[in-house]
């Protein structure tokens, strides 16, 4: 013990603020380094201790040889000390400030906090989007991002060596040199090679949206990625026609971004479309007057589509026999329509993301702004 009971020789209030000065520093120095419940039960021993502690024996012996008029004076202080001992106390045992060790186990230590995931931007509009088409009837299909040149490629019209395969460079598997062409195995460019494996599965009528992953030889930048998000749509049927496909995408598009959204169709080309549109929406941050976003054209392009080419069917159909099933994609009866978009621009222009890295970069302090 650091402090010898000793009797007071002088009662004047500097002397007194100075010695209560000292027991106040000695009992806050004391309570800063409690590390343990025994700890904590030795400072209020030594303190309040009902025969020992140092309170009742200096409160004791110095109000008892105080003059008259310094026992006031007194008690306001000791009382202060003793506030100041038992909030401290309070403070070690309830663990602020200091631990609290039970049979050797940190009790006072900060919990484990369980983080609840929220969905990742990309895969929240994915999900927003398929629902756009569910609600029209449409159902879901997936398929693999590790695809054969014949499924990417080959079935929709891409013959070998055709230029349009220059658009849609990508990963190739190695060492496959033995296979034929049609098998060899590559990163998909599209979520369209579904649309075969789809075909091949079922009988028409068919409405299906197929949400994924693909893969590009293209040099990051703030708008492309080598890696990307597609949602593909494919409806076959009896005479289905090119104003069901400009019906449907427009009623998709105004059901995603609201009912004042306009689009527009423009000739294009697709090797598996025939014939083929890109679609433009109305700009959906200055409705259409024209603003930086919209690189003051009042529009912004967001889809691919077309009606499926005949020789998508004629693959299908090859294939299926090949497979030993029916060749139903009867041409003379059968048609449909196709489209694709970006999922990553859609994401990024509804929650105003100006770099397409920072969706694939898993920096936290980006993706929790999303939760
Ligand atoms: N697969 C095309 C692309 O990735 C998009 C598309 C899909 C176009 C379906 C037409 C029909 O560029």
New binding site residues.
Partial sequence: MSAAIHELTSYDEASLDSIFADLEAEVTAQTSALSSTDAVEAFRLEWLGRKQGRLGQLSALWLKSAPLEAKKTLGVRFNKLKALIEERLEAAQSGSGTSVTVAGLDITLPGTAQRVGVEHPLVRTMAEIVQVFQRMGYSVGIGPEVETDFYNFEA?NFPPNHPARD??DTLVVAEQDGKPLRERLLMR????PV?IRSMLEQDPPLRLVIPGK?HRNDAADATHSPVFH?V???CVGDDITFSDLKGTLDHAMKAFFGSAVKTRFFP?F?P??EP??DVQISCIFCGGKGCRKCKHSGWIEL????MVDPAVFASVNQRRIELGREPVYDTSRISG??????VDRIAMMKYGISDIGLLYSGDMRFLEQFA
């Avoid at 329509?337 to 970006?342: E, I, K």
């Fill in positions: 929709l658009t849609q460019t599209h979520t369209s649309q693909v597609q593909e749509g494919l294009s697709f598996f479309t083929s549109a889809l691919g589509c077309g329509f196709a489209f694709g978009m970006g």
